[in-house]
Structure formats: C-alpha cells, structure tokens
C-alpha cells in the first residue's frame, strides 16, 4: 500500500508536538495488531513515549525491567530484530522476558531500533496475535518510518531544552563554525545537512557542551561521528 | 606612473564587476572578486563584508582570507567596534589608529592587535537611507587612507550594494530583507561545502574553499550552486 505509506510519511514528518500518536502512524501501515515507540538510554531517558494498547505497553515495560527482550537487540546490532513466532519459536535467546510472555497472547514480535547516524535513541516495537511474517516492503517501510520518528523524538527532547541554549551559540561566528562542522558531519556519515545539525546539536546536549564546542572538536578532528562508537556520553578531553 | 597603473587596475575592475552583473552571478562570489580587488587595489592588508542578518546582526559573508582568527576579529567590530559603528551611522568610520578607539572597542582591538592590523577602514553598504552592511579595510601600518582610496572603496562598496539588491530582483518581487537573507543563506550552504571538502579531501578550510571556488570557475557555475549540490551529495568533486 505505497498510498497508505506515503500518507503516514507525511503524516509523521509533520507529526511534532503529538509525540503520544507516534505509534499510530506504524499501525496505519503496518499488518500488525499493536505498537509502541519508546525511547531508551541516558540521553532521551527510558520510557514509552507511545502506545497503542495494554499489551505493547506491557512488552515495552517488560523489556525495560529484565534488560533483554527485542527491543535491547534491535538497539544492540542496530538493525530489525524479526521474530514470527516469539513465544513457541523465539530464534534468540531471552530466558527472563520469554517465561514472562508465556501467557501473552502473542505470536510475532517485530523491534526496530531508532536512530540517526551514529546515535541510538530508541525502538519501535510491534507485535500481532497470531505468529506472522513481515515482508521486505513492510520491512523497510518500518525502517523509513523508525527513521522520521527518530528525528521527531531528537527534535522534541532538544526543543524541551531550548531556553539552555548556551548565548555563544546565537552569535554569527559560532554559527559560521558550526555550519564547517555540518559539513564535515554530513560527508562523515552521508546524511543530509539537517540530519547532521541535528547530530551535532545532540551531541551538545548530552555532553553539556555548547554546539560552538561541538562543531570546533569535529573541526579540529578530535570528534569524527563516523569512527566512534555509539557511546554519546564519553568525553573527548 | 604608479597611479596610472592603479587607475588601470580601478577601471579594469569596475568593467570585470560590471560585466558579472549583466551575466548571471552569484552574490559571495561578487563579494568574494570585490574583497580581493580591494586588498590589489588599495594599500591595505586584509578586507572583509559584514551584511546585516534578519535580527540586525552583521555577519561576515567574505573576507580575503578564511582563516578563523580573521573572521572571529571581524565578527568582534561588528559587535563593539569600527564595524557596528559604521553601519549604524551609515558613515565611514576611519580608525587610523586602532589604539584611539574606544575603551568598550577592547575585545577587537585585542584580537585586531595579535594579528597585526594597526588602522582600520570601514564603509557602509548603502542603498539611499538603507545600510545593509559594512565593508571593512585593515591595514598592519598606521594612518589615514589616501582620500581618493576612500573614495574608490565607496565606489566599490556601492557596487556590491546593487549586487546585492539587484540579484533576483528582477524577476521576483523581493524585498531588501529577503535579499539579504538569500545572501547570508548561500553562506551558511558554502561553509557547509567547505565541510564536505575538507572531509572528503582532507584539507584546511582555506584550501576547501579555494577548491570549491575554482571548480565553480572551471567548471562555469556559480558558486552557490556548487556548494548545494555538494551539500546534498548530488555532485562529488
């Protein structure tokens, strides 16, 4: 259904501020009977940011407490972490989560890690009844979508902090630095020039520096978002 | 014998700048052939434009060299300085000596200091009773511009004024304002080339920017144009 895809594409692109929806955007589309985007880790903090019923929310809230389940692999390996017949079948090893879904009326679970460029956000984690397939199309159907929500909840948690935007990043000069840094951050990771301001951006507010600080060390060469590892807390003092 | 040659030098680039605004062309490039005539033409070190951004702020849109120290003295006049003076009067400011400015001129004076500028011209970008921006002289040696030098720098400024208002005008209905920002905004696009390149190439700003520009010229395209197809990843040099 390009259509109906297109429609939720759209529908999310201008989706800022309706954070709670989020997860009805992939249902739209999507053949699966519930869904839940959360955010996960310690820049955006854990929690459900949306969900379309008990039993998403329930799954979510589970694989937050054990620590393990799909949505942590999705993260982990940062790509789909696919699962047709979860609770008889599962093709990963989850011992605390599968006992605690063993009376769930679940049959597949499909985890989609939310991301942009090198920063790991989140997951979108879908579920249906019965034990079921996701095909390719709808496969990356979710990536685009899973793609769009990343940047809406990077977008809506720099938003929340906008009033500490440090004054230096208002004046000219830095802006002119930072530009040079939004650069060299889209070639690092061939994105677009938005994308990579908003990298950079992130990368200030999790690290407490101010976007001017950001765009000198990726300008001095001390901070390449293409060689690092996914940690955004680390230092680079 | 020697002004003969400069009255050469004056007339063959107003012709050059008069032929660049009957044929199609790029607004920082113009500002970009007007800074580097000035430091040819005139007897002085280093030159700059400031234009005024949608907030009043002036930011430098060129400048004879990228280097970062230059720019950041330059950014520092328009906030406490020769810079913000002129384009608030919209009158030449003369600083013949840097050292004879006022006490809250310090932050520039410092900066201009270190990299051993000791006088300082600035001209306004002027169309009747609207400044735009500021053109900025610097000199390492003490002492006033010849009067004629002033003069033939206002000619010069006043060309890129029209440049300026006069790109686009003449097929979209366009205020100063939006002028003003298209140019500023091909700044922000060619900074972020300037990133691509120094990425991919690995080189200095400078010498991404003196890459950028001479493959605009090679290649007979405009310089903003280069720089968005860099940016968005169409176009790889």
């Known amino acids: ?237 | 014998m020697i002004d003969t040659t400069r009255e050469e030098r004056l007339i063959e680039t107003f012709t050059v700048l008069a032929d660049t605004l009957v044929a199609g062309y790029d607004v920082v490039d113009l500002l970009q052939t007007l800074v580097e005539s000035c430091s040819a033409l005139f007897d002085i070190t280093a030159a700059g434009i400031l234009l005024s951004d949608t907030r009043g702020d002036l930011e430098v849109v060129a400048s004879t060299s990228e280097a970062s120290r230059l720019v950041e003295m330059m950014q520092l006049s328009a906030q406490a300085g020769p810079c913000v003076e002129c384009f608030t009067t919209g009158t030449v400011v003369s600083l013949p000596d840097i050292d004879d400015g006022p006490a809250s001129w310090a932050p520039f004076r410092e900066s201009a200091r270190e990299q051993g500028f000791a006088s300082v011209f600035a001209i306004p970008l002027r169309l009747r009773e609207t400044t735009i921006g500021a053109l900025n002289l610097l000199r390492s040696a003490r002492g006033e511009l010849r009067h004629e030098d002033v003069r033939a720098a206002q000619a010069l400024a006043n060309v890129a004024t029209i440049g300026i208002l006069h790109e686009r005008a003449v097929t979209e209905n366009r205020t100063v304002r939006d002028q003003l920002t298209s140019a500023l905004k091909s700044r922000v696009v060619i900074e972020q080339a300037k990133g691509v390149l120094s990425h991919t190439h690995g080189i200095s700003m400078e010498e991404a920017f003196v890459l950028l520009r001479t493959y605009a010229r090679n290649n007979g395209r405009m310089l903003s144009e280069v720089a968005e197809r860099l940016v968005d990843r169409t176009l790889r040099i």
């Open chain 1, 1 to 237: 259904m390009p259509d109906r895809f297109a429609a939720a594409m759209s529908a999310l692109t201008g989706a800022a501020g309706e954070e709670e929806s989020l997860c009805s955007h992939f249902l739209d589309v999507l053949p699966v009977d519930g869904a839940s985007v959360s955010t996960i880790g310690e820049m955006l903090g854990s929690e459900t940011v949306s969900a379309s019923d008990r039993q998403a929310a329930r799954l979510d809230e589970l694989q937050f407490d054990l620590g393990e389940g799909p949505c942590w692999d999705a993260l982990a390996t940062g790509g789909p972490v696919l699962e047709p017949c979860v609770r008889e079948r599962p093709q990963r090893a989850w011992p605390a989560f599968s006992e605690a879904i063993v009376n769930d009326d679940i049959g597949a679970i499909f985890a989609f890690p939310l991301m942009l460029g090198p920063l790991r956000l989140g997951a979108v984690d879908m579920y249906t009844v019965r034990p079921s397939r996701l095909s390719d199309e709808h496969a990356e159907q979710t990536a685009a979508l899973a793609t769009v929500t990343s940047r809406l909840l990077l977008a809506r948690a720099l938003r929340l902090t906008q009033d500490e935007m440090p004054a230096e990043d208002r004046n000219p000069f830095s802006r002119r630095s930072v530009d040079q840094a939004t650069g060299m951050v889209l070639a690092q990771l061939d994105i677009s020039a938005d994308d990579a301001r908003l990298i950079i951006q992130s990368h200030a507010f999790a690290t407490h520096r101010s976007m001017r600080e950001v765009a000198e060390l990726i300008l001095d060469r001390r901070l390449n978002f293409a060689t690092r590892n996914d940690e955004i807390e680390d230092s680079h003092d």
